[in-house]
């Protein structure tokens, strides 16, 4: 679903979560969030602003007080930059990445609108969970230096964050189980959200 429907849909999701947080044996406090490339984007972008009225939109009449606040978030090559992205594509002329990002978002107004990166730099009022930050210096959809950015951003905000780079990594290299990179990135995800729920 194009912006912001895919975000209203994870809210509810939060928000389902907390409601059967007894059924999924956790807390409604410890819910978190972790998402790949696009899907990392929307998972920070909830993240920051769990109490936007568009992104609240999906009701919950059973259970109307519960917000989709999370206590931690797991972004993996995420574009948290997406109008950033979107000029990198331009002006390499990379055809699928332009082509996804006009379906999602329609426009560079909203490409902004929507961006953590822009946001913090707007210096909106957001919530700012514990953020781990993974991300391979040889992905060819995002530059690396967006996520060193971003980490910087949310350090300047106040936020805890841990940026992980891994020298020559790929876009989505988590998916090569056997790999070295990949087991460590496994291993700081288990570990961080252990941290985060214990």
């Known amino acids: 679903a194009a912006y912001p429907a895919s ?25 978190g969030l972790i998402g790949e490339s696009s899907g990392a984007h929307q998972a920070v972008l909830l993240a920051m602003r769990p109490t936007d009225p568009r ?30 992205r979107y000029r990198m594509a331009v002006e390499k002329d990379i055809t699928p990445l332009l082509a996804a990002h006009r379906a999602y978002w329609g426009d560079e107004a909203a490409m902004s609108e929507g961006s953590p990166q822009r946001i913090l730099e707007r210096n909106e009022t957001v919530q700012l969970p514990a953020l781990l930050l993974l991300q391979g210096t040889a992905d060819q959809n995002i530059d690396w230096r967006i996520a060193e950015k971003f980490a910087g951003i949310w350090r300047q905000r106040g936020g805890s964050v841990d ?35 214990s």
Not at 10 to 25: C, S
Not at 174 to 197: E, H, K, N, V
Request: a negative charge.
């Open 7 to 31: 975000i209203a849909d994870i809210h509810y999701a939060v928000r389902w979560a907390k409601a059967n947080a007894d059924q999924l044996e956790t807390q409604p406090d410890c819910i």
């Open 55 to 84: 992104y609240a939109s999906i009701p919950m009449p059973d259970h109307p007080a519960l917000d989709a606040g999370v206590r931690y978030v797991v972004s993996c090559w995420g574009i948290v930059d997406p109008f950033a």
């Open 163 to 197: 940026l992980r780079l891994y020298e020559g990594a790929v876009h989505g290299f988590i998916r090569a189980p056997y790999d070295a990179d990949s087991q460590d990135a496994l291993a700081r995800i288990r570990d961080f959200i252990r941290r985060m729920t």
